[in-house]
């Protein structure tokens, strides 16, 4: 949601901020997906939207399951970052917050996200293959999200960024019946 987003944008911003200051993008990185899945789960939404809960207890019971089951540990400013979201009822935007950090991280150090769909599975080797392929025609560090669509019959189909290359069967079935078209 594009409202979500523009929320997020400054907290975001902030916590980026904060982390590469304390050179602790990847610690931050790490709780903020945590504290995204927390909030996103159907009862912390319950409980974020219940007026009864003040602020302070939401802050304490999304800090306390990000914790709970989990090696989490999360420094002073990460507690005080929670507790201001709660503040100013922004805990529902943690989601949006986690992904506009990870996509500043990604851009601070130069990596771009990659989604492969493939008609198969990929086997580790063919995946590496991939990658390095991706890494040197990007210039630039690629990290892959890889998902299986059979509807693609073969090959596969990967987008970064804007730029989407199309090696499926699918695509180029999809190519052939529009050139026969024009």
């Known amino acids: ?23 602790a993008l990847a610690a931050w990185s790490d709780v903020l ?9 159907p009862e912390m939404e319950e409980c974020i939207g219940n007026p009864r809960l003040s602020p302070a207890q939401l802050a304490q019971l999304c800090l306390d399951v990000a914790a709970s089951g989990n090696s989490l540990n999360l420094s ?8 201001v979201l709660a503040d100013n009822d922004r805990l529902f935007v943690l989601p949006e917050i986690a992904g506009l ?8 150090e130069g990596v771009k996200d990659a989604e492969i769909t493939s008609a198969f599975a ?3 080797a063919t995946l590496k293959t991939l990658v390095a392929d991706l890494e040197r025609k990007f210039g630039c560090k690629i990290q ?3 998902r299986v669509d059979a ?13 989407v290359i199309d090696a499926s069967v699918r695509g180029k079935l999809a190519a052939m019946a529009t050139a026969l078209k024009n």
């Open 33 to 41: 997906t945590r504290l995204s899945a927390v909030a996103g789960r």
């Open 76 to 83: 002073t400013e990460q507690q005080n970052f929670v507790r």
């Open 1 to 23: 949601m594009a409202e979500n987003v523009t929320l997020a944008r400054p907290y975001a911003e902030a916590a980026f901020q904060l982390a590469k200051s304390g050179a």
């Open 151 to 163: 509807e693609l019959i073969g090959g596969v189909r990967i987008a970064v960024g804007d730029e």
């Open 101 to 108: 950090f990870n996509e500043l991280k990604h851009g601070h």
């Open 122 to 124: 990929l086997d580790d």
């Open 144 to 146: 892959a999200t890889v």
